[in-house]
């Protein structure tokens, strides 16, 4: 089925935006829940938003209010904008299912919040 492909990190300052794109088959994106992951350095990834087929998303609550999970599956693609970027939001971030596939994990794209 491939991996995930992720772009759009960056180094932004603090307060600033940046919206994240993920890529995938859409046979991925026609069957399943997906989600952003972060992971921080020395940590396990964890999963900051999700969309199910229905469209219903959930988002954790360090994140909640400031970034927005969206899908397109025609072209099998998902973004994650991000507003407000804080400091603690620097980690890598991946895109995989609910629950994840070791063998969907991409390279991810790092996040870098600093003034």
């Known amino acids: 089925q491939g991996q995930f492909v992720e772009s759009g990190g960056a180094l932004v300052q603090p307060g600033g935006s940046l919206r994240l794109s993920c890529a995938a088959s859409r046979n991925i994106f026609e069957m399943n829940t997906i989600a952003w992951y972060r992971q921080f350095p020395g940590n396990e990834r964890a999963w900051v938003a999700k969309?199910?087929?229905?469209?219903?998303?959930d988002y954790s609550n360090s994140v909640k209010g400031r970034f927005t999970i969206s899908r397109d599956n025609a072209k099998g693609m998902a973004y994650l904008q991000m507003n407000d970027l804080k400091p603690e939001d620097t980690a890598v971030y991946f895109c995989?299912?609910?629950?994840?596939?070791?063998?969907?994990w991409g390279q991810g794209t790092q996040v870098t919040v600093n003034s």
């Open positions: 995989n299912v609910i629950p994840s596939r070791a063998n969907l």
């Open positions: 969309i199910n087929l229905a469209e219903k998303i």
